[in-house]
């Protein structure tokens, strides 16, 4: 499972704590700056590309990724995928609807930068949460997939038990047919 990281270069600081958050739950954290396949080719393209393969998107909103056009982008990229969105807002911004953005009305995670804590642990409990759903559908497909294979099996044992009743049969009227002609030739 991977969640992009959608934040402002000036919070860097919490973007460290916040991808240890993700990663610690058992998710890979995709941050543009580590990502080098792009260099040299547009940011905007290897940005859509992260967040379309991305299972769900984290959104660092304080007051320096509100004032960005590329968070803002990249918001209204993931929900126009209908990607899962997390976003962290800090109160600043979340006392301003326009600094909300396309977020307005959305559930959020509260992340006050004086005391940050109780965000990250919401955020990993939410981050849990979406690994554990991600592992119990990879169980229901591969339980799936043997059910499947079973019933293609027993599909198969099906048609060769029918082919050996047939082979049986044959076997027994070749046997009757054989008995008679004996039968036939010692009284004739």
Known sequence: MQLFISHSSKDSDFVDQIK??????GAE?????????GVGHKLDDKL?????TSN?????????????TMVHDEIGYALGLSKHVIPLVTPEVA?????????NGL???PFDRQNYEQGLIQLTDVVNDLVKAEREEYHRAEVAALSMQVLERDQALAQLQSRIDTIQSLLIFATAVTVVVMVSRSSG
Request: no cysteine; proline share 0%; glycine share 2%.
């Open 20 to 25: 240890k958050r993700i990663e610690s739950a």
């Open 29 to 37: 954290a995709y941050l543009a700056q580590y990502d080098r396949s």
């Open 48 to 52: 859509m590309r992260a967040i379309a």
């Open 56 to 68: 769900a998107v984290v959104i660092l909103l304080t007051e320096n990724a509100a004032s960005t």
């Open 95 to 103: 006392r301003d609807s326009t600094a909300l953005g396309l977020l």
């Open 107 to 109: 559930e959020y995670i």
